[in-house]
């Protein structure tokens, strides 16, 4: 009997390879095809609102999501999603089944962004607080030598305690003027940082260290004052005077000021030049965002530091006399010689041309960090010398901008 079981097994299996005891000839049913179709109510609509898929199948089992929506789906039906993101928006539909092949279907859906215009805008809100910059915001600008143009983008949203400000780092200003030289191209990148919405003071100052962004401005562009240059003779790269642009790392003394020094880095006219990965950022006063006519108390907020505090223009109204004026930095050239020109020492009298030419006096309107109070508020300013924009943070960092 047990012998006679196991050729009815046999005899079972080769019937269910064979789909039910057909003629010989070895040869198998062909697969059954499932097909699949997917269409969207519109190609194109408002980032924010929704749109209606539908689809359908033929001998399939199942069908599964996937892209930018996710999930089991019936094999036909319809369902609203809503659009995301700026641009392309893909939803793919796969279906199957058993002893079957699979068959898909894709649809994409452009999404728009409604954006404020600020292409060569001056901006005019002081608020301290992030949220009240809150939409989304578009230029259109070119790189003045290349030829080419560009679109920028700012979004700000806000959250209870912080907003995110994402851009593509692209400014609302033409860049790259005649007298640039820059060794790389301005690059589309995207980024997101967390601005903090009630920024506190911290128990002590941190300083900035060349590993992260120190601000981002409300036109999308990072500032990164901090240069990798420095007296260094033994650099390949060095010039006659021992000072060379790259190269330098933070252990290095005798850091060089870009705008200070004789070919500025290659900036532009918005102190502004490039990065090797392609990051347009500014090193002092952007000359944009904001002009020589303030009113209210001054120039308005252009952008915000890593610690959340407000980034100003140069203006400030004087309560004194009642009238404007730009801010003044409280960093003086120190008096006398940095000594005898050495392998480690360029020598000569100090001039400004490095950042320990300069030492915080209390001289002016600001404090070692480019900041002060006004009427209950903090926040950095622009300067004509430096440093500029800011020198250090007196709240906390957010690691957003950590590079």
């Keep these: 009997m047990k012998k006679n079981y196991g050729h009815l097994i046999i005899l079972l299996t080769t019937l269910t390879a064979c789909g039910g005891g057909g003629s010989g000839g070895g040869s198998s049913d062909p697969l059954t095809s499932i097909t ?21 199948s033929t001998n399939a089992q199942t069908c599964s999501a996937t892209g930018d929506w996710s ?29 079957a092949t699979s068959g898909s279907a894709s649809v994409q859906v452009t999404g728009v962004m409604n954006r404020i215009n600020i292409t060569d805008e001056i901006f005019s809100n002081r608020t301290s607080d992030c949220a009240n910059y809150a939409d989304n915001y578009g230029s ?25 400000l994402s851009s593509d780092n692209i400014p609302n200003h033409d860049f790259n003027d005649s007298s ?8 589309e990148i995207d980024r997101v940082f967390s601005v903090k919405r009630d920024p506190q003071m911290a128990a002590e100052i941190s300083q900035i260290n060349g590993r992260a962004w120190d601000a981002v401005m409300l036109n999308g562009v990072v500032v ?3 240069s990798a240059g420095c007296y260094k003779p033994s ?66 907020v252009i952008g915000f530091a890593a ?19 730009k801010a003044l930095s409280g960093y ?58 800011i020198n250090c943070f007196k709240g906390e960092p957010d690691a957003s901008f950590n590079k």
């Design 180 to 187: 640039a030289n820059f060794r790389t191209n301005v690059a």
């Design 307 to 325: 610690d959340g505090f407000p980034i100003y223009g140069s203006y400030i109204l004087d309560e004194q006399t009642g009238n404007y004026r």
């Design 235 to 300: 650099e390949s790269r060095a010039d006659a005077d021992g000072n060379t642009e790259a190269g330098c790392g933070p252990n290095d003394e005798w850091m060089l000021i870009p705008l200070e020094y004789s070919t500025k880095f290659g900036a532009d006219i918005h102190n502004a030049h490039v990065q090797p990965d392609g990051t347009y950022h500014y090193h002092g006063n952007p000359n944009a965002m904001f002009d020589d006519s303030p009113s209210g108390d001054g120039s308005p």
């Design 140 to 164: 259109n600008v070119r790189d003045l030598t290349r030829v080419i143009d560009f679109e920028g983008h700012v979004d700000v949203e806000v959250f209870d305690t912080y907003c995110n």
């Design 332 to 389: 003086t050239v120190k008096q006398g010689s940095r000594g005898e020109r050495t392998d480690t020492n360029p020598g000569g009298d100090y001039t400004g041309l490095y950042e320990e030419d300069w030492e915080w006096t209390d001289s002016g309107d600001l404090d070692e960090c480019n900041g002060m109070e006004f009427k209950g508020e903090y926040g950095y300013y622009i300067t004509d010398s430096y440093p500029y924009i």
């Design 71 to 99: 999930g089991t789906k019936a094999v036909s039906s319809s369902e609203e999603v809503t659009i995301n993101k700026e641009g392309s928006n893909t939803f793919t539909l796969s279906c199957s089944a058993n002893g």
């Design 224 to 226: 990164d004052v901090r």
């Design 36 to 56: 699949a179709s997917l269409s969207a109510s519109t190609n194109e609509t408002q980032v924010g609102s929704t749109v209606t898929l539908t689809w359908s």
